[in-house]
């Protein structure tokens, strides 16, 4: 089966504008994470779809952060507009179960504000 | 804050050799959780263990958990070159629907 997969890989992008991170979880999976490392700090846990509805966002560290999963497939991850602070790797992950039973993760978008 | 923590935070041994990380978390679990994280890719689950069990084998790795202590370790033996990587510990902080990572271990294995 395929794995989570997002993109881009990277973004690059200059303070003040707006990026948009894509995140394909894996097929039937209703939950999906978004978790964050900022410069190389501990990860972070964002926030979590079951199916399209929000179940957790108390890890979005401000309105500048919106999420979206339409139809409960993929999802988006905007951030609008970015501060240097929001450099870091962007992870999504998804599972069929709850996260006792181990979530699988996507290789991650390195973002970088400049 | 309810991150765990990782020790050491950076560990560099020869090919060959034994790496020992370990974890200390603050909550309640239900499990706690394995991952690895190679330069500039993503975060691969390694292995999971439950509040009710102590210690688990999966190839190399080899995980204790000490629920009264609220601490885990993580050994690897024999180490390669190729498990150069961050490791981090996860635990769910005994809810379901999120998991809470320590700092992470960086690992360096010199060939």
């Known amino acids: 089966e395929a794995g989570v997969t997002q993109f881009p890989s990277h973004s690059v992008i200059e303070k003040g504008q707006t990026v948009t991170l894509r995140c394909d979880p894996i097929s039937g999976h209703d939950n999906l994470y978004w978790y964050r490392r900022v410069m190389g700090k501990e990860i972070k846990f964002l926030l979590h779809?079951?199916?399209?509805?929000?179940?957790?966002e108390s890890g979005m560290p401000n309105n500048r952060f919106l999420a979206e999963r339409t139809g409960g497939t993929y999802s988006t991850l905007k951030v609008q507009p970015a501060e240097l602070e929001d450099s870091g790797v962007y992870f999504c992950a998804s599972s069929q179960l709850s996260a006792s039973y181990g979530y699988t993760f996507g290789s991650g978008t390195r973002l970088t504000v400049v | 804050s309810q991150q765990g923590e990782e020790d050491p935070q950076a560990l560099s041994i020869q090919e060959g050799e034994n790496a020992t990380m370990n974890c200390s978390y603050k909550t309640s679990i239900n499990n706690l959780q394995w991952y690895r994280q190679n330069s500039g890719r993503g975060l691969v689950h390694l292995i999971l263990i439950r509040s009710n069990e102590r210690e688990k084998h999966s190839g190399r790795l080899r995980v204790t958990l000490d629920t009264s202590k609220k601490s885990s370790s993580l050994l690897i033996t024999a180490s390669r070159a190729a498990d150069t990587a961050s490791y981090f510990c996860a635990t769910d902080g005994g809810a379901t629907n999120k998991l809470i990572f320590g700092t992470g271990t960086l690992l360096a294995v010199q060939p």
């Open positions: 779809f079951v199916k399209e509805s929000k179940q957790d």
